[in-house]
C-alpha cells in the first residue's frame, strides 16, 4: 500500500494540473493523503467541459425520486447510479467534517432537525464537498468552509 500510495504521488507530482489539484483537496481540513489521491482518481476521468450537477450524478449523489404510476410514491433517495468509489472517497472526510468542522456539523445538525436521518445528512455533506471541490477546481483557491455552510452561530444570553 506504501508502495502504490508513493508511485501515486510521484505521478501526480509529474503533471502540473495534478499537482495543483491534489493541493487544493488536501486544503480540506479533513481530506488526507488516501481520500485526495482516491476522490482525485476518480474526478480526473470525467471531461473538463462538465457542470457541477454532472458530478454530482456522476458520484451518484443526486436525488432520484421513486414512483409507481400516480397511486405509489416512494421516499426521495440519492440515485446510487454513479460512481460507488467517488462516493466512498468523499464518505469519510463527510463523516470526519460533520464532526469536527463547526459549519458542517450545523449543516449536519440542520438537516437532522428537519427529519432527515442520519445517513441522509451525511450524505448531503458528501454532496457539498463535492460542490466546495468543484468550485476549488475551477477558482483554483483553497477551501473556505465558511463559503461552502452559512453558520450562524447560537446565541448566548
Known amino acids: 500500500m506504501a508502495r502504490l500510495r508513493k508511485e501515486a504521488l510521484r505521478r501526480i507530482a509529474a503533471d502540473a494540473q495534478l499537482q495543483r489539484r491534489y493541493e487544493l483537496l488536501c486544503s480540506i481540513p479533513e481530506v488526507g493523503t488516501v481520500s485526495a489521491i482516491h476522490t482525485l482518481a476518480e474526478l480526473a476521468l470525467l471531461p473538463e467541459d462538465r457542470d457541477v450537477r454532472q458530478w454530482v450524478a456522476y458520484a451518484g449523489l443526486d436525488p432520484r425520486e421513486g414512483s409507481s404510476g400516480a397511486a405509489v410514491r416512494k421516499r426521495v433517495r440519492i440515485s446510487k ?25 450545523e449543516f449536519y445538525e440542520r438537516l437532522q432537525k428537519r427529519g432527515k436521518n442520519k445517513q441522509q445528512a451525511l450524505l448531503a455533506v458528501a454532496r457539498k464537498l463535492l460542490h466546495a471541490i468543484y468550485g476549488m477546481f475551477r477558482t483554483l483557491q483553497p477551501f473556505d468552509g465558511t463559503r461552502l455552510f452559512a453558520f450562524t452561530p447560537a446565541k448566548t444570553t
Open 81 to 105: 447510479v454513479g460512481n460507488r468509489h467517488l462516493r466512498r472517497a468523499l464518505y469519510l472526510p463527510a463523516l470526519v467534517a460533520s464532526r469536527r468542522q463547526p459549519q458542517v456539523r
